[in-house]
Nanobody, 129 residues
Framework: QVLVAESGGGLVQSGGSLRLSCVASAASAIISNIDAVGWYRQPPGAQRELVALISKTGYTNYADSVKGRFTITRDNANNTAYLQMHGLKPEDTAVYFC????????????????????WGQGTQVTVSS
């Protein structure tokens, strides 16, 4: 019911910058609530890990490995979140996923879904040394 689309990945040299975007959309309903949005990454051969999280009120939390280099923001009106990445390192190479948490859908003016989480397909970020 909810599609999450990430964009902005690519190949960049060490020390470079990228800005990732993700947007949530629902074809036949209105997204009436999103509790938090998280960016996660999965390096080759490793497990998925949290990179950054932003709450509905703007509270942010970052993995120690990206503090001071990455910034997560969100645009509540457009169901969009961003991850600005500076000072990229080869160890940042991974597939980056966006996760919308606590999503509530409304349709027909009064019908509401329960809370659910939705993932995107991921966008590849490759940092060359």
């Amino acid at each position: 019911q909810v599609l999450v689309a990430e964009s902005g990945g690519g190949l960049v040299q060490s020390g470079g910058s990228l800005r990732l975007s993700c947007v949530a959309s629902a074809a036949s309903a209105i997204i009436s609530n999103i509790d938090a949005v998280g960016w996660y990454r999965q390096p080759p051969g490793a497990q998925r890990e949290l990179v950054a999280l932003i709450s509905k009120t703007g509270y942010t939390n970052y993995a120690d490995s990206v503090k001071g280099r990455f910034t997560i923001t969100r645009d509540n009106a457009n169901n969009t979140a961003y991850l600005q990445m500076h000072g990229l390192k080869p160890e940042d190479t991974a597939v980056y996923f966006c996760n919308f948490q606590g999503v509530i859908l409304t349709w027909g003016g009064s019908f509401r879904s329960g809370r659910a989480n939705y993932w995107g397909q991921g966008t590849q970020v490759t940092v060359s040394s």
